[in-house]
């Protein structure tokens, strides 16, 4: 089966898990049990998108990330490390008092290893999306000019 395919199959299978998985948890009324499968399914979801993505990143021609844009991008995910990084220190804060009970430090566990993973991640993409596939516009002409036989002069 080619890889793409595989994607597709596997990105079918996870979203439908996290219907059932989500389904599940409205008729759950244990709160943290229900939180806890909410947040599976909200993954799963996230891998049915992944899988996805896989798939579009096997076509030949990927879309380039448009310098305006990539500057907000920049910008948004610079805030969001930075409020990962504070969000990070009141947890592992928090998971330092030693009356909490059982619920709450699996919870809090949880939050911290899918924040750490998101810091890392956030940071990643801006190393490999923002500042490598940015089209820039000296980019653009750059590219231009190396393949122009005559570069502007008459043949």
Known sequence: MPRSELYSEMSVVEEEYSKRLAGLADETRNPAIKAVMLAVSTDSLKHSRLYRTLGELLSP?????????????????KHHIETEAEMIRRVEELLKEEDLSRAERFILELIL???????????????????????????????IWKDT????APG
């Open 61 to 77: 021609s990927l879309p380039l990330i448009p310098e305006e844009q990539a500057e907000r991008i920049a910008e948004e995910i």
């Open 113 to 143: 290893r899918d924040e750490k993973l998101h810091h890392a991640a956030l940071r990643r993409i801006h190393e490999i999306l923002v500042k490598r596939e940015t089209l820039t516009e000296s980019a653009l002409w750059d590219m």
């Open 149 to 152: 036989a005559f570069h502007g």
